[in-house]
């Protein structure tokens, strides 16, 4: 702790518990909490005490008022623990029984603050922090707190039952870990008195007839098996198991959500994950009882184990599963496809019950394909699901949702009556549907696969948000058309492909502006996976989308323009890898683009384009696209010198990037490796080279922009320009050849200046056009020196520090809090 | 209560309900998809359908080469358009009292039936309602009449040569019912006897029934009417729309708690969303610009135009349009574009509100403005001399069997360039296509109907909960194209009760209540007798006066003086005769008692036998029966009166009198 907090700590201390504490928001005092908290792991808690005896003075003042305010009351419990949490400064505490007056029954728990239920968190926060030790649990014990926090379990707060059960795990965690650090009995009736009590209650509530007791037994053990991985953990579960097995066979389950989330949690406990484990039976069981709406969650964190017995795993995936296949069965698919399931490892009439109701039907199955979504996405799924009859199944969903498939059986009417335009499923299953695109080996039925996409992308009747999910499948299954190895007809491909340009081209025209925006992400998707594909390639310089792309750049909607902006710089990549293209009266003008987005980056009155001009002009570079431009160095000095002036800080800061890449390219024509930080060969370093680099960054004018970057107002242009300076001058000046810092009136003529207005901080001040101090950014030597003598590091961190670096000081913060006092006393003067 | 169901159409419905003692006509449609049997009336003359092939029979015969024509495989009638009737002989029509129509496009009939059938009545109707029909009215009687045609054809109606004729000629229905346009004078004769009504109006009809029209958000004026008396209420909804367009949203909490409800008018294209549909036309209508091609939109000169013109509005400057020229062709078109913005009062609050700004409602003031929509009567004139392509054209008639439509067909049909966008829902666009075969332009269907679809109804008779719900047959099944997709159809409990063209339906809701009202002389000389807690009774007698529908309770007048002149005894029709009063008993025997009751007066052989309905007491000596019953009580006794009077005395202890 720095002298000046320590001189003003005992002051806030006592305006605390002053007789007008000050009107302080929570978050000063949780924020002076947090300091001491730091504090106190710092040193130790007793030393702290000691040597900042307002601490102690501070609680025993707040015990001694007669109604301490809630805010108040809720800080002293909570530093009162924090600062017992080591022992010797628990045993110093309670020299005046200041924790047990606290804590114990005379505190206030007692007292009228106690209905406010931050107190009671605090109090249960206090007694958390506390009791890491045994005197501070034998102290919460003999004073009765065990019962308090049991009834805590069932506050109408949220927040303080949840900490109650989390104070309830701890202890009887540490209870056992602690006293029996060894091996804790076999047997509970061996366990410390404490961890009695709480197995105790729990064995009762889990009895109660009071479905609220049963259900705060099962958070609690639920809490208590997803943190606590100890062996004794068997041995409590071993009391309990009959009773929560009980609960599955009743005839309706009670809190299924909690049952599968304790199962789920113990399933991860390596206690009880070994196969013969004789809780598998029990998930097995769990997965059979539970609605498939129950037990779905419990399904997916069970496929999720790699530890796990082969037959709770098949079971697993049999709840998932069984909605799809009674969607199969329903839609009465052609027998070759059998279902999804073996009907004797089914009885689907619960599912079936389930989809033919309006009120389910559409709830299931979102949630089971959310689930899928989750599985399929995991890069290694510990069991293999049926990609191609799941594709199957999907398809099949989605047919029913827009009305396409004539179901024959009494069940499949009732689904397609329920589906038809349900969005909420439409998006759900396209999501599964894009995701199985990445799953290998599908047997795919391509052709109608397209056809269903297609019909939603058409259709008129296709909600936006669902047209977006639309055409994320179809690039996503697009994009890996030409590696499937059962799809190789190039005539096929082209088919799709002018299917889908042609119904793109209807949806760039679109009055609605979500539409035309999510239109021309598809094309700019579908550009990046499939620029090097011929067919792709002619179909779309042969159709009608390239010039509507290019009309969109002046569209109404700032984002669409965004889009249009990345999509036409990727238009160009198109043309760019494939000049030859015969491509007849569609000539897509390379030239007229560029200068088209120059133009955007240079008028355009909102942010987006602009910031999406000058992201595809740094993608153009780094890709090396720089054939698209007649003279790179002077495309980019044009494009710095209109970002420089740009209000918006992401496109200077896209300025500064572009600078960047120029930057390392240059050096790498010299034959200079890419990686800044990779040694480089002698010959590098040549005066040649060097002369060249600087020579080319002058003319380009970059070095003023870097150099003005360095006093941006906004932070992280600054931080950028500072990077990218100290970038170029590890090039120029090898790191041991860095002298000291220059006097800097021995330095050249302006850079003095540029040194002295750099250090004295005024970064946010610009620099005075046409002063006498003006700098020669464009002379090379002028800047190589500027390079060498200006504390680029110094200059670094300063701008590392987050402008609230001062006022986030404690010391500031002991200082605001005594402020409050004194405006309170201010504004009671005011009053006469 | 009855419904004689005069219209098989389900958006163009005319149905006439007897309810008390009056007739009401509810809308009367005209069903115009009869004139797609017809050749179009070209504006121009047309050598491609001038020199159409005539029709021969299989057998060679030619007697019909003059009156049909092959067109692309299909025959067509070639003779001036003619329209298919409601049913005129299902009863006799100069009996009803009132036509309530609910919106213009149902009142398109109007003259067949006030003109043609010795109807003397009254038509109610709202005024947009009157004006706009006026206005179909007139540009569909000035595009038939401004092409005179010499030749009627009719030879073909005869049912045996019908017969012989290729599909859909062949199956055309009640082909004798159609007719030929009506003239302007009988249209103005028509919509002379309209009595112009403003939303929740009451309107009395004869003291039996009250109408209201209330609001039915489908177009501008257009409305639902509310049949009532004073325990009975008939909801009849017709073309209504639950979405935000141009009109006052849709009334729907007056509907509530409706004995029957008449449900018609619903989407004519329930698969396809009112916005879905406008994107697609904003769509295609801008590729085909920009592809340097026209736009034709066959439409009508109201409705939803108005929405597509604002749509367009928003939407050209973003489409890079602002420089093609939107036409607005139709006789009619000044009066239509004008009168919407006149409607304040009939508009949706958004459009309301603008007027105090003060500011035009709709949008197409300021296109018209900027000279970005024009709008002619018709294609000769000044339109000749302004035309510029590309071009987007709104004009009508959807049909495209008249109109200046016509000549657009003709003129940009045969490049691929141009488009024919069919926005309006009443016709297949393929039927109205098949004359102009084979066609290189481009077609597209977005039909755009905003009224209610099936999720809407099911929702609206959630929430109104009718008693009965009557609707058009369609409504009750899928749509035969369809026939797997049983969400589109009225899905209610009960379920609702269907009609078909010339059906007469007992509507299954009996009357139980009357109104009678009673004269305060009356009621002061009543004398309640409370019988139970709370329930008195009085016994009146009265003159029951019953004058226009309404019933009233009088005084009876006072007995005649007897003999106090001496002039012949008069006898008198309107005053009845008053009898004596005699006391009405009530309550009940109890058996025992009165058992008791006897054999205290001396009767000591009394023997009780329980049957079915009560009692009955037997006093074998006398050999007497007392038959007790719920409802009767009968003393049976050979000839002893004295001893039936003794007993009708003790049976009368336990009973009280008023």
């Known amino acids: ?832 | 209560m009855k419904l004689y169901c005069l219209s098989g159409h389900p958006t163009l419905p005319c149905n006439v309900l007897k309810f008390k003692s009056t007739t009401i006509m509810l809308d009367c449609g005209l069903d115009m998809t009869s004139t797609l049997n017809f050749l179009p009336l070209p504006l121009v003359q047309s050598p491609r359908l001038s020199k159409l092939p005539g029709w021969i029979l299989k057998d060679g015969s030619t007697f019909l080469d003059k009156e049909l024509k092959e067109c692309s495989g299909h025959v067509f009638v070639d003779s001036v358009p003619e329209f298919c009737l409601p049913e005129t002989e299902l009863l006799d029509l100069s009996t009803v009292d009132v036509i309530l129509i609910s919106n213009y496009h149902c009142m398109m009939a109007l003259p067949y039936i006030t003109e043609y059938t010795g109807f003397t009545g009254t038509v109610y109707a709202t005024e947009p309602t009157v004006q706009i029909g006026r206005l179909l009215m007139e540009e569909l009687v000035n595009s038939i009449e401004r092409v005179p045609k010499a030749q009627s054809a009719s030879m073909w109606k005869n049912k045996e040569v019908q017969r012989l004729l290729p599909a859909p000629l062949k199956d055309a229905v009640e082909v004798s019912m159609w007719r030929k346009c009506y003239t302007m004078p009988e249209v103005n004769a028509a919509l002379s006897k309209i009595q112009m009504v403003g939303y929740s109006q009451k309107i009395e009809l004869f003291g039996a029934v009250q109408v209201t029209p209330l609001s039915s958000g489908y177009a501008l004026g257009s409305s639902n009417w509310i049949i009532q008396s004073h325990y009975e209420k008939v909801s009849y909804v017709s073309g209504s729309s639950l979405l935000t367009t141009h009109p006052q949203p849709m009334d729907q909490a007056s509907l509530k708690n409706s004995d029957v409800l008449i449900l018609t008018g619903l989407t004519q294209i329930p698969t396809a969303n009112p916005d879905g549909m406008v994107g697609e036309f904003c769509s295609n209508l801008a590729m085909t610009v920009r592809n340097g091609g026209n736009v034709l939109v066959p439409c009508y000169p109201s409705g939803v135009i108005y929405d597509l013109l604002e749509c367009l509005y928003q939407y050209i400057d973003s489409a890079g349009l602002s420089n093609v020229p939107f036409y607005f062709i139709s006789p009619v078109a000044n009066s239509s574009l004008e009168f919407s913005q006149i409607f304040a009062e009939w508009l949706c609050h958004n459009k309301q509100t603008k007027v105090y700004l003060p500011e035009p409602p709709f949008p197409h003031a300021e296109l018209i403005q900027t000279n970005k929509l024009k709008h002619y009567p018709s294609i000769h004139g000044d339109f000749s001399n302004d035309f510029k392509q590309p071009c987007v054209v709104f004009t009508g008639h959807p049909s495209l069997r008249f109109g200046d439509v016509v000549h657009f067909m003709e003129l940009w049909g045969k490049s691929s360039l141009n488009t024919v966008i069919f926005t309006e829902p009443d016709f297949s666009y393929l039927d109205a296509l098949a004359p102009y075969q084979p066609l290189a332009m481009k077609c597209v269907y977005c039909p755009i109907d905003t009224r209610l679809n099936f999720i809407q109804v099911s929702k609206l008779l959630k929430e109104v909960q009718p008693l009965h719900v009557v609707c058009p047959e369609q409504y009750t099944q899928p749509p035969p194209t369809q026939s797997h997709r049983t969400d589109l159809m009225i899905d209610c409990q009960p379920p609702p009760m269907s009609y078909r063209r010339a059906e007469v339906l007992t509507l299954p809701y009996k009357r139980r209540y009357e109104k009678i009202e009673i004269t305060p002389e009356l009621a002061d000389s009543l004398v309640p007798l409370e019988i139970k807690p709370g329930i008195s009774l009085a016994t009146v007698s009265a003159v029951l006066h019953t004058k226009d529908n309404k019933h009233v309770l009088q005084l009876p007048p006072k007995p005649p003086q007897a003999a106090a002149s001496k002039k012949r005894k008069r006898v008198s029709d309107d005053v009845p005769e008053c009898r004596a009063l005699r006391p009405l008993l009530s309550g009940s025997i109890p058996v025992e008692q009165f058992v008791q009751t006897l054999e205290k007066h001396g009767f000591s052989d009394v023997k009780v036998e329980d049957t079915a309905k009560g009692h009955i007491v037997l006093l074998q000596e006398a050999e007497t029966l007392i038959q007790l019953e719920e409802d009767s009580t009968h003393i049976i006794c050979d000839n002893d009166e004295p001893l039936r009077v003794k007993l009708r005395d003790l049976v009368l202890k336990f009973l009280q009198k008023f």
């Open chain 1, 1 to 832: 702790m720095s002298r000046e907090c320590g001189l003003l700590l005992p002051r806030v201390c006592a305006a605390l518990a002053g007789p007008r504490p000050p009107a302080a928001a929570d978050t000063c005092l949780q924020k002076l909490l947090d300091w001491l908290g730091e504090l106190s792991e710092a040193e130790p808690g007793l030393k702290l005490l000691q040597d900042n005896p307002c601490l102690a003075e501070l609680l025993a003042a707040v015990l001694a008022l007669p109604e301490p305010g809630a805010g108040l009351l809720s800080f002293a419990l909570r530093l009162a623990g924090l600062l017992a949490a080591s022992e010797s400064a628990f045993q110093h505490l309670q020299q005046e029984q200041l924790l047990a007056r606290l804590f114990g029954e005379a505190g206030p728990r007692a007292g009228a603050a106690w209905a406010d239920a931050a107190v009671r968190g605090a109090w249960l926060d206090g007694a958390r922090s506390m009791a890491l030790h045994e005197p501070a649990l034998r102290l919460l014990c003999a004073h009765g707190a065990l019962d308090v926090i049991f009834t805590l379990q069932g506050d109408p707060s949220l927040f303080v039952a949840s900490a109650a059960r989390r104070l309830l795990v701890h202890t009887l965690s540490f209870s056992l870990e602690y006293e029996m650090p060894k091996a804790p009995g076999t047997r509970v009736c061996y366990w410390p008195p404490c961890a009695q009590v709480i197995v105790k209650h729990i064995e009762d509530s889990l009895q109660s007839s009071s479905v609220s007791h049963v259900k705060q037994s099962l958070k609690l053990l639920a809490g208590l098996f997803g943190s606590c991985h100890a062996p004794w953990t068997e041995v409590l579960w071993s009391g309990i198991a009959k009773q929560v097995q009980s609960f599955l066979t009743e005839e309706s389950v009670q809190a299924p959500h909690l049952l599968a989330d304790l199962l789920l949690n113990m399933s991860r406990s390596p206690v009880f994950c070994e196969p013969e484990s004789s809780f598998w039976p029990l998930v097995t069981s769990a997965l059979e009882h539970l609605t498939p709406v129950q037990a779905g969650p419990l399904a997916v964190g069970i496929l999720r184990l790699h530890k796990c017995p082969q037959d709770v795993r098949i079971q697993a995936v049999t709840v998932l599963l069984q909605p799809m296949d009674c969607i199969l069965r329903a839609a009465s698919q052609p027998l070759e496809y059998s279902g999804l399931l073996d009907e004797s490892v089914t009885d689907p009439a619960t599912v079936e019950s389930l989809l033919s109701s309006k009120s389910s039907c559409a709830s299931l199955l979102c949630q089971t394909l959310g689930h899928l979504e989750e599985l399929l996405s995991l890069s290694h799924l510990p069991v293999d699901l049926p990609g191609t009859s799941l594709l199957r199944s999907v398809m099949t969903i989605l047919r029913f949702c827009n009305g396409l498939l004539i179901p024959t059986s009494p069940l499949g009417s009732k689904i397609s009556q329920t589906l038809i335009g349900c969005f909420r499923v439409q998006r759900s299953a396209l999501d599964v549907l894009a995701v199985l695109s990445e799953q290998k080996g599908c047997d795919v039925p391509v052709e109608s696969l397209f056809d269903i996409l297609l019909s939603y992308l058409e259709s008129p009747n296709t909600n936006p948000m669902v047209l977006k999910k639309s055409f994320q499948a179809t690039s996503k299954w697009l994009v890996c058309l030409p590696e499937m190895s059962c799809f190789s007809s190039q005539w096929q491909i082209k088919k799709i492909l002018q299917d889908v340009f042609l119904v793109l081209q209807k949806r760039l025209c679109s009055p609605c502006w979500e539409v035309r925006d999510s239109s021309l992400e598809f094309l700019t998707v579908l550009i990046n996976g499939l620029r090097d594909h011929d067919e792709f390639r002619q179909t779309l310089l042969s159709s009608e989308v390239p010039r509507l792309t290019e009309d969109l750049l002046g569209d109404p909607e700032s984002y669409v323009r965004a889009s249009a902006v990345t999509a036409a710089g990727h238009l160009i990549l198109v043309t760019y890898v494939a000049p030859e293209s015969p491509v007849t009266g569609n000539q897509y003008n390379k030239e007229n683009t560029v200068a088209k987005l120059q133009e955007i980056l240079s008028r355009d009155p909102e942010g987006f384009p602009r910031r999406a001009v000058i992201n595809i002009f740094i993608k153009w570079l780094r890709k090396g696209y720089t054939s698209l431009l007649q003279d790179t160095e002077q495309f980019v000095s044009e494009v710095i010198q209109t970002a420089e002036r740009d209000l918006d800080w992401e496109v200077r800061l896209g300025g500064l990037e572009l600078v960047e890449v120029f930057f390392v390219q240059t050096f790498c024509r010299c034959g200079r490796p890419k990686c800044p930080y990779a040694p480089f060969s002698p010959e590098f370093t040549s005066s040649v080279c060097h002369n060249e680099s600087l020579q080319v960054f002058c003319r380009a004018k970059l070095f003023g922009f870097l150099f003005r970057s360095l006093c941006d107002c906004d932070r992280p242009v600054g931080q950028k320009a500072c990077d990218i300076l100290l970038a170029i001058r590890s090039s120029f000046y090898p790191s041991n050849s860095l002298k000291d810092s220059q006097d800097p009136e021995e330095v050249g003529h302006g850079i003095a200046w540029l040194q002295r207005t750099l250090r004295q901080g005024s970064l946010a001040q610009t620099f005075p056009a046409g002063s006498s101090h003006e700098v020669d950014f464009q002379d090379p030597e002028s800047m190589l020196l500027a390079l060498g003598t200006i504390d680029l590091e110094e200059l670094h961190d300063d701008l590392n520090k987050s402008s609230d670096h001062v006022e986030k000081s404690p010391q500031s913060l002991l200082q605001d809090i005594l402020a409050a006092v004194g405006a309170a006393e201010d504004n009671e003067a005011d009053c006469y």
